[in-house]
């Protein structure tokens, strides 16, 4: 049995190699950049006008001319002009492309226009103003988005300005989800008072989905041939594998030795928290397939997940997160030595989480978690978790 | 020209109406809930067996008795089982059905097993130790989860415990991002000096992808026609319609005169806030069409989008969060009686946001959003806001 710090160490040491691929750029959202975006041109690629207005040149409002003859109207996405006399003006639009001979903007709202001449009606004019120069932001060949920056928006909008049409993003790895247990009946079917219907696969599911990768879900009943059958078959077809329940010491367990027949070594097992204790993690010699065995009680299911194995699986894609943090609203008492993640819910004021913590403590309390915002984790080597002390929460409330 | 509360006021009391749809559970990820998630049966639905060990009946246990002969093996999955003789116990699996006459489980730890007998070696086991009670989580027709919520993955494996193979949803609305001006050329392709790639359509989808939306994609020329004819058609097709540029006062701008032409009513033109001022929000008379046009420069595009567009789209889906907010590290001087939303890049330690201001501020800086993390927003009624003063930000940084 380890400590939490221990089973992060472990995990944070074993990650899936990183494989690369291209994919277009709208669909890149979510995905990790394996290369720099770089300016592909000076940005902005002229001088841009940033305001609807006139365009003048300032040396002849600084000696004091006020009223300017129109020589043309420069709309956005008009070809470069070159102004005949520069103690005229254009009107020109927010976007376009500032004329030769010309420094400044002054807009619509300051100038009033009529017979072909557009009057300045301010006197605070500075010559160069509204203007964005070419170059100023980036100038071409320097890099603008870093490699390992998760895709958003607004790097999907830089990639889109620069041409880049396709990206080289870290591949996504096959993930499945293995339920096992004959207890288990899907989940349109009515179960015996026995049986429970089979949440956990579709919980793990929705939580790999919301990473955006593609994952599959099997089943393996509670016996032995169709085990050792089954582990093999997944072992040749997925890249992460996550079996739920079939790990702890019971008789119809078979599912940690049969791994360990087929290659996959243990990294460690029973990790000393609750709830989530009987948590078992592998890897194949190769170090480029792991196993994860969850626990089969949901709440540890839930837990185990949310800590270990999303967190490795964002590593794993070259996405590091700081962890949160919350101050305890009521105490908890929490004795045995084991680190304790409590179900709390969070209030947010004055840019701080406070936890207070739920009642109904029972790790098999599945009810619990849809009342809850977050875990939070509690040192194994405390008893008593004194309101308005601090401590670091697993937010996992879905927020669209 | 509106402050940024009455924008958000506005904006508040404009929301689309709800409908609703019912989805498949595993489509569930990520929709708002129109129905409770009630109790199907009670939970747990039997007494159920929470360690792999021996279950015994605890008087006999009080009375002294120490070695129990094994009844039966009882798996989980298995039909309930009636103890025939109550000083026997069964060996029994994590998940399993408490036998009638049993009330208490003994992990394998704490126990012998030799020649069909256990024998406890430890003295502190309490009656009903391990043991989960029918109904103590939740009794039939109780609600687990409200309406409103999120479906995240702990909902999912509520639904799938109770038996929900489809839910009821809130609807999501069409939406469709247009794209103006003679400027953009398609993103694989280069650009002239005084063109630019249609970069503002492809981080609006992004967005809006990033809820869980679909989204379309249009174009509409300078050309006063097309703008008249393609207004119509999209007004004909979407509930939702986002205009890129095509909202500022030049003359190439028809946009809002041919909306207005067409029943859409202005709601509020310019917000007192930089970047973004030249923000369109309207709305058709009926009240379940949509139109925001926001500015065509790319860092006042993606403001809007995030100040306005995402928050009022959630809300519209019956979603609200709360604020995070940041304090600062640097001092920031804005001298425009507007509200500032600087650029800064985010440190987060001890529970709270630390704020790091950029140095390029110009609106047009796209690049600065990729370094930054988050917009800061500074109220229009200050010039300084000084190191350690602590201000709303909006997160824009994508996760995963």
Same mark, same amino acid.
């Given at each position: 049995?380890?400590?939490?710090?221990?089973a992060e160490?472990i995990l944070g040491?074993s990650l899936l190699?990183?494989?690369?691929?291209?994919?277009?750029?709208?669909?890149?959202?979510?995905?990790?950049?394996?290369?720099?975006?770089? $300016?592909?041109?000076?940005?902005?690629?002229?001088?841009?006008?940033?305001?609807?207005?006139?365009?003048?040149?300032?040396?002849?409002?600084?000696?004091?001319?006020?009223?300017?003859?129109?020589?043309?109207?420069?709309?956005?996405?008009?070809?470069?002009?070159?102004?005949?006399?520069?103690?005229?003006?254009?009107?020109?639009?927010?976007?376009?492309?500032?004329?030769?001979?010309?420094?400044?903007?002054?807009?619509?709202?300051?100038?009033?226009?009529?017979?072909?001449?557009?009057?300045?009606?301010?006197?605070?004019?500075?010559?160069?103003?509204?203007?964005?120069?070419?170059?100023?932001?980036?100038?071409?060949?320097?890099?603008?988005?870093?490699?390992?920056?998760?895709?958003?928006?607004?790097?999907?909008?830089?990639?889109?300005?620069?041409?880049?049409?396709?990206?080289?993003?870290?591949?996504?790895p096959?993930v499945v989800i293995v339920?096992?247990?004959?207890?288990?009946?899907?989940?349109?079917?009515?179960?015996?008072?026995?049986?429970?219907?089979?949440?956990n696969?579709?919980m793990l599911q929705a939580a790999v989905q919301s990473l955006?990768l593609?994952v599959?879900?099997?089943?393996?009943?509670?016996?032995?041939?169709?085990?050792?059958?089954?582990?093999?078959?997944?072992?040749?077809?997925?890249?992460i594998l996550v079996f739920i329940?079939?790990s702890?010491?019971?008789?119809?367990?078979?599912?940690?030795?049969?791994?360990?027949?087929?290659?996959?070594?243990?990294?460690?097992?029973?990790v000393?928290?609750?709830?989530g204790?009987?948590f078992w993690f592998? $890897?194949?010699?190769?170090?480029?397939?792991f196993v994860f065995a969850l626990p089969?009680?949901?709440?540890s299911c839930f837990l185990c997940m949310e800590k270990y194995f999303k967190p490795w699986l964002k590593n794993s894609l070259?996405?590091?997160?700081?962890?949160?943090?919350?101050?305890?609203?009521?105490?908890?008492?929490?004795?045995?030595?084991?680190?304790?993640?409590?179900?709390?819910?969070?209030?947010?004021?004055?840019?701080?989480?406070? $936890?207070?913590?739920?009642?109904?403590?029972?790790?098999?309390?599945? $009810?619990?978690?849809?009342?809850?915002?977050?875990?939070?984790?509690?040192?194994?080597?405390?008893?008593?978790?004194?309101?308005?002390?601090?401590?670091?929460?697993i937010?996992y409330?879905?927020?669209?």
């Amino acid at each position: 049995m380890i400590s939490v710090k221990e089973a992060e160490d472990i995990l944070g040491r074993s990650l899936l190699p990183i494989h690369l691929e291209t994919v277009p750029l709208d669909k890149s959202l979510g995905r990790v950049l394996a290369e720099e975006i770089v $300016a592909d041109r000076d940005f902005p690629p002229y001088n841009r006008v940033t305001m609807d207005g006139i365009a003048i040149k300032g040396a002849y409002y600084e000696k004091g001319q006020a009223v300017y003859k129109i020589e043309k109207v420069v709309a956005a996405g008009e070809p470069r002009y070159a102004i005949k006399d520069e103690s005229s003006c254009v009107e020109i639009m927010t976007g376009a492309v500032l004329p030769d001979g010309l420094d400044t903007v002054i807009r619509y709202e300051d100038v009033t226009i009529e017979n072909g001449e557009a009057t300045i009606l301010v006197d605070n004019v500075k010559t160069g103003q509204n203007v964005h120069g070419k170059g100023t932001d980036r100038t071409k060949g320097e890099p603008i988005v870093p490699k390992g920056r998760v895709m958003g928006a607004a790097e999907i909008a830089i990639g889109a300005t620069v041409g880049k049409t396709h990206l080289k993003v870290h591949k996504l790895p096959s993930v499945v989800i293995v339920s096992t247990g004959d207890e288990l009946v899907p989940i349109d079917q009515t179960p015996e008072p026995h049986q429970i219907r089979a949440s956990n696969a579709l919980m793990l599911q929705a939580a790999v989905q919301s990473l955006g990768l593609p994952v599959a879900i099997r089943h393996l009943t509670d016996d032995h041939e169709a085990v050792i059958k089954g582990v093999r078959q997944l072992l040749n077809d997925f890249e992460i594998l996550v079996f739920i329940g079939g790990s702890s010491r019971g008789k119809y367990d078979y599912i940690p030795e049969t791994l360990e027949e087929n290659g996959v070594s243990r990294y460690f097992y029973k990790v000393k928290q609750r709830p989530g204790k009987p948590f078992w993690f592998g $890897a194949r010699e190769a170090g480029n397939q792991f196993v994860f065995a969850l626990p089969g009680n949901p709440v540890s299911c839930f837990l185990c997940m949310e800590k270990y194995f999303k967190p490795w699986l964002k590593n794993s894609l070259g996405v590091v997160e700081h962890k949160e943090m919350a101050t305890l609203k009521e105490d908890i008492h929490f004795k045995p030595p084991l680190t304790y993640f409590a179900p709390v819910r969070l209030e947010y004021k004055g840019g701080q989480y406070t $936890a207070i913590p739920m009642s109904g403590q029972g790790s098999g309390d599945l $009810a619990n978690l849809a009342d809850a915002d977050a875990f939070m984790q509690l040192p194994e080597d405390q008893q008593t978790f004194p309101t308005g002390s601090t401590y670091p929460i697993i937010k996992y409330r879905h927020a669209l």
